[in-house]
């Protein structure tokens, strides 16, 4: 063991939502909406890589362990730590200045993420000792190695202010299996899965290259990147043994993005007769054949980027879709026996009202199992946010309210903020009459998870409370 240094990997405490530092969404605190913690995979990848080098390190999730800034605190002064990484975010950058900055001079404390990424020199002044531009771990490794004598490339500090994106890691499979005890793996949750849940990411990066999307704010470039199937069945069965659970959720930016991957893990999975279900993440471009296989490999529901069915829309986004096709998917998950989720936007450039209208409509007719609408959001470090400083669209000047389920922060001279935010709710009012009048099944399934995962009379209040605000804001 490496004594020399304690690494805490921190999750900071806070209503906020970190989800693989792809985006960030505010719980706020009188909502009584089931609870979502993500599991931050990079975190669990660095604190795993340390760890495997003889560092001393632990993962700390103080989100989903919902501590208090207090309690993190008392963690921080009984674990000791000489060095501390987080992830500060847009919308919890005020809470979060005010956590580092109450911390123990000693400490040296190194911001990670997207927000890191795009605004190092505020994180300094936020006070972080480092800051670490784009992908992280291996370099926070060599940090550490080099007694912080030596800075990679893609460190910031108030002595070296210029930086390059570092060079990716192109074998995933040199990454060892990320850390999951620290921060117990039910305190994590992905609703879209069923019951008790685990995450797994088996590649990084997509095919696309959408206006909107920061994931390549954090890798630096259009790129993807693989494990090997072996690799990823091997983690599977590690799993399987170590922990109980019901699914595993593949959040990975693109898993279908290269077909050959893909359909190497479902027949890997196949070949070794490894029996698990699970959800994964994927896109409207996907052809029947790696859905057949991912139905006889286990997985029971395929998540997907339809985002819109508009031409323009998508045309300007910019993402080559069928809009026919993103509709026939949930046709044939149906026929497969895979809940089919569609992950919806409102308030993308070229959309109005009607045409947001109209989509929803038409993905609601198709029965998908389940949806996700999110309001297009101009994240800094992607096209569509510079377009929108550009053309005068962005009415948000802190990026505090940078959330993709809170409020517009673009405004169309045809398509105000104020409608599209009303176009967001409307949409998830009507998901829901769809569902009470077509598709119980939808509400079993979240029932049931929900009482796997929590019991049955926490459930209970919860769901009674959530019907509760639907019908408030519904009116």
């Not at 906020?16 to 913690?37: C, D």
């Not at 609601?364 to 389940?370: E, N």
Request: with cysteine; proline share 5%; charged share 25%.
């Amino acid at each position: 063991m490496n004594n020399k240094y304690r690494v805490l990997v921190l999750n900071l405490p806070g209503q906020v939502l970190k989800s693989g530092s792809r985006w960030y969404n505010v719980i706020k605190k009188e909502s009584a909406s089931l609870r979502y913690y993500p599991y931050p995979w990079f975190m669990g990848y660095l604190t795993s890589l340390l760890k495997t080098n003889k560092y001393d390190a632990v993962l700390k999730d103080a989100v989903a362990l919902e501590w208090t800034a207090d309690q993190a605190r008392n963690y921080i002064k009984e674990y000791k730590p000489t060095h501390i990484v987080c992830e500060p975010t847009w919308v919890s950058s005020e809470d979060d200045k005010k956590f580092v900055k109450k911390l123990p001079g000693n400490i040296v404390k190194i911001a990670v993420g997207n927000y890191a990424t795009n605004y190092p020199m505020e994180c300094l002044a936020e006070g972080f000792d480092y800051v670490v531009v784009g992908e992280y771990e291996f370099l926070i490794l060599d940090f550490l190695k080099s007694g912080g004598k030596k800075l990679p490339k893609n460190f910031v500090s108030l002595t070296k202010k210029t930086f390059e994106h570092p060079d990716l890691i192109e074998d995933l499979d040199k990454f060892p299996f990320p850390e999951r005890d620290d921060t117990p793996i039910e305190y994590f949750n992905e609703p879209s899965c069923y019951g008790k849940n685990v995450v797994l990411v088996t590649s990084r990066g997509c095919r696309f290259n959408c206006g909107f999307c920061n994931v390549e704010a954090i890798y630096g470039r259009h790129c993807y990147r693989m494990r090997s199937p072996e690799n990823v069945v091997d983690e599977i069965v590690e799993l399987q043994k170590k922990y109980k659970f019901d699914e595993i959720y593949c959040d990975d930016d693109n898993m279908v993005a290269r077909k050959s991957h893909v359909d190497g893990i479902c027949r890997e999975i196949i070949r070794r007769k490894v029996k698990v279900k699970f959800c994964c993440m994927g896109d409207a471009r996907v052809d029947d054949e790696t859905l057949e296989l991912l139905a006889q490999a286990g997985c029971v529901t395929y998540k997907y980027g339809l985002e819109h069915l508009d031409k323009d829309v998508l045309a300007a986004i910019p993402k080559a879709l069928d809009p026919e096709r993103s509709l026939q998917i949930i046709k044939k998950c149906h026929e497969l026996g895979i809940r089919a989720y569609a992950n919806l936007i409102v308030g993308l450039p070229e959309s109005n009202w009607d045409k947001d209208l109209d989509m929803l409509k038409m993905v609601f007719a198709a029965r998908p199992d389940l949806i996700q609408i999110g309001i297009a959001t101009p994240y800094p470090g992607t096209a569509f946010y510079k377009k929108s400083v550009e053309k005068g669209w962005l009415i948000s000047k802190t990026g505090h309210d940078f959330d993709v389920t809170g409020q517009s922060v673009v405004s169309y001279p045809d398509y105000s903020a104020a409608k599209i935010t009303e176009m967001f709710h409307l949409g998830w009012t009507m998901w829901y009459k769809n569902v009470i009048l077509h598709q119980p099944k939808t509400l079993w399934f979240f029932f049931v998870s929900e009482v796997r995962r929590n019991g049955f009379f926490p459930t209970i209040f919860k769901s009674f409370s959530y019907v509760a605000k639907t019908l408030r804001r519904s009116k």
